[in-house]
């Protein structure tokens, strides 16, 4: 299980993420818009420095959804490798079944 405050962190800054989602993407396109003058891509690049860190998707981390694990995550499950295994042991995940050779 990983701690609880690094799980409540990814939750914090998934909330950030969603809340300026339509600001970041706003200020983008004028940063990234040839024909809008420089002042006005400069002042949007500096508006968009000013946006809390926790806000950008890329410091989002993948964790599993029952442990909270960082590592070894599958995304169309959302589990991590360890509680793949066990509930597929169990049974729990339809149409997964444990191989043996």
Not at 28 to 38: F, L, R, T
Request: proline content about 4%; hydrophobic content about 40%; charged content about 35%.
């Amino acid at each position: 299980m990983a701690k609880k405050s690094m799980v409540e962190r990814e939750v914090k800054r998934a909330k950030l993420v969603n809340k300026f989602a339509a600001k970041r993407a706003s200020l983008k396109a004028i940063i990234e818009d040839q024909s809008k003058p420089m002042e006005d891509r400069f002042k949007a690049t500096l508006k968009l420095a000013e946006l809390p860190r926790n806000s950008s998707a890329t410091r989002l981390h993948n964790r599993c959804q029952l442990t909270g694990r960082p590592h070894a995550y599958y995304r169309k499950l959302k589990l991590s490798r360890i509680m793949l295994r066990d509930l597929a042991s169990f049974g729990r995940i339809p149409g997964m079944v444990k191989s043996s050779w």
